[in-house]
């Protein structure tokens, strides 16, 4: 069975940075592409960003892009999301997702894998 732990959220002042992390266990890491989604109170839950299972491929939502990069360890089985100029907007639940497939998916009902969720809050 797959497990995504997400760490890393708290609360931070706007234009400030937080890094999300998710560990992945009970699977081989390499055999998934991941995303992060993130759910806005009393909002559904939205696509972040995604990469690929090589990590060569990402991809972001156009009210993170240029702001937010995902990466991936392969070797350590963690996936992150390095979140810069953070804006009270982006306050959200951080769930991260895992899918064990090579095609790219931004719809959450494609994801069969997901984390608990961590909390992230930007004051103003």
């Known amino acids: 069975q797959v497990q995504l732990v997400e760490s890393g959220g708290g609360l931070v002042q706007a234009g400030g940075s937080l890094r999300l992390s998710c560990a992945v266990s009970?699977?081989?890491?390499?055999?998934?592409?991941m995303a992060w989604f993130r759910q806005p109170p009393g909002k559904e839950r939205d696509f972040v960003a995604l990469?690929?299972?090589?990590?060569?491929?990402?991809d972001y939502s156009g009210f993170v892009k240029g702001r937010f990069t995902i990466s991936r360890d392969n070797a350590k089985n963690m996936m992150s999301l390095q979140m810069n100029n953070l804006e009270p907007e982006d306050t959200a639940v951080y769930y991260c997702?895992?899918?064990?497939?090579?095609?790219?998916?931004?719809?959450?009902?494609?994801?069969?894998?997901w984390g608990q969720g961590t909390q992230v809050t930007v004051s103003s």
């Open positions: 997702a895992a899918v064990e497939s090579s095609t790219l998916f931004a719809g959450s009902p494609n994801y069969p894998y």
């Open positions: 990469i690929s299972r090589s990590g060569g491929i990402t």
């Open positions: 009970g699977m081989p890491f390499i055999s998934l592409s």
